[in-house]
């Protein structure tokens, strides 16, 4: 995280410029973060002021509650200061409404949207879903097979979405390669950033289009609020806008602060994370009833050298396989866990445990995939917090043992 190098656009240091994004003394005033601006109605001086209200339709001007007030405002431009080529950054009131909002600005009728086959399973329902009822075909790619992708393009090729690492599987691809070819077959690449995060993958530095979060992760960092962002720059960015007023898009001041205040400790939350993560699959990697361990950062494990040649840090999530067994024994192994919760999501400062069966949720990619053994298709994904990683790999030692007795 305190490589610089890999995005020429940091002055600062990643703390430095945590701690000072978006808080501008015209929204501050006198104390350090802006208030929660709770309105609907932005009242006018006069006639005049109201007509212009609606003509000037500027980011950082009252007009009414639903396009936002400084809290929000103040928000969404600590996210583009922290976006090394962003121009502006839309909010959304949870991730999946970000990949809409974006998807929805991006294609038309008749367009093809291609697809990771290992993306978020919400968003290949929306692929199957909203996309096919407008006409808008999604097909699915290997990110990992660069030819086979870049055949897939034809002239109503519009947009590309992609995930790095993928979901569950946490596969990492190339993204600066699929980004370009996208960009040579004249489509567009959208990043879902959720896990690096602006922090640790500067996506629009490196060829993505748009890049979003679901800030409901790490930049809430306390499981208590959803929200989605996407940044881009100028050109698209206003596109994206406009999108989003005509949808209607607004998140609450009240969840934006909250916001805030988790982005000011996103750098430490993330090493602390990681850091944890790390020890946490070096350790199931030497058990032996694990398979395989799915983690990028972890030295030797699939995706790493791309993970360390792009990215300047990661999170602390990850899955592993068990060797052999069946359903039933992984789902004792999770309900043994005793300090980590059993719930989507991740990111928080709470370790999660969840089952990774992704076999149903590929179209293109085999899973197990080739080079690991058939049986070893059990899976579990670890969403790692602040908790001393001391404690948890003994919590997940004794979970082990108690899988094996029924
Ligand atoms: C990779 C990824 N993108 C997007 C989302 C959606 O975020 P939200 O739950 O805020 O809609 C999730 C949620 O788990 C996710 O894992």
């Not at 519009?158 to 596969?171: F, I, K, N």
């Not at 567009?188 to 993505?208: E, Q, Y």
């Not at 005509?246 to 993330?270: E, F, H, I, K």
């Not at 080079?371 to 404690?391: F, H, K, Q």
């Amino acid at each position: 995280m305190t490589d610089q190098t890999k995005s020429p656009e940091r002055d600062l240091g990643t703390g430095t410029r945590l701690v000072a994004a978006g808080r501008r003394p015209e929204w501050t005033g006198q104390v350090v973060n802006p208030p929660v601006w709770r309105a609907s109605t932005h009242l006018y001086e006069n006639m005049a002021a109201l007509a212009e209200g609606p003509r000037r339709n500027e980011d950082g001007r009252f007009f009414y509650g639903r396009r936002g007030a400084p809290t929000q405002w103040a928000l969404a431009d600590a996210l583009t200061a922290m976006e090394p080529g962003a121009a502006g950054t839309v909010l959304y009131p949870s991730g999946v409404a970000a990949i809409a909002g974006v998807l929805l600005t991006l294609l038309r009728p008749g367009d093809v949207l291609l697809m990771t086959d290992n993306a978020y399973d919400p968003s290949r329902a929306m692929g199957r879903g909203l996309l096919a009822d407008m006409g808008i075909e999604t097909r699915y790619f290997d990110p990992l097979d660069l030819p086979v992708y870049e055949a897939a393009f034809c002239e109503r090729t519009r947009a590309v979405l992609l995930e790095a690492p993928g979901s569950l599987t946490m596969d990492m691809c190339d993204v600066p390669a699929l980004a370009r070819i996208a960009r040579n077959h004249g489509a567009m690449s959208v990043l879902d950033n959720t896990w690096a995060g602006p922090t640790d993958f500067a996506a629009l530095h490196l060829g993505i289009d748009v890049v979003l979060m679901a800030l409901t992760k790490h930049v809430g960092g306390h499981s208590d609020l959803m929200m989605g962002s996407a940044s881009a720059g100028a050109e698209l960015y206003q596109r994206l806008r406009e999108r989003a007023q005509n949808l209607g898009q607004v998140v609450s001041p009240d969840d934006a602060a909250l916001a805030l205040r988790g982005l000011r400790t996103l750098s430490l939350r993330l090493e602390r994370e990681t850091a944890s993560a790390l020890q946490i699959a070096q350790w199931l990697a030497e058990q032996s009833q694990v398979g395989r361990v799915l983690c990028p950062m972890l030295p030797g494990a699939p995706g790493y050298d791309l993970w360390k040649r792009d990215f300047t840090g990661g999170c602390g999530l990850f899955s592993f396989v068990l060797r052999g067994g069946t359903a039933a024994r992984r789902n004792r192994f999770i309900d043994a866990l005793s300090l980590f919760g059993i719930g989507y999501s991740w990111g928080g400062f709470e370790s999660l445990a969840t089952p990774v069966d992704p076999a149903s949720l590929r179209s293109v990619m085999a899973w197990p995939p080739a080079g690991m053994a058939p049986e070893d298709r059990y899976g579990v994904r670890l969403s790692i917090g602040l908790e001393d990683p001391e404690d948890l790999i003994a919590d997940i030692a004794q979970a082990l043992q108690a899988m094996e007795s029924p």
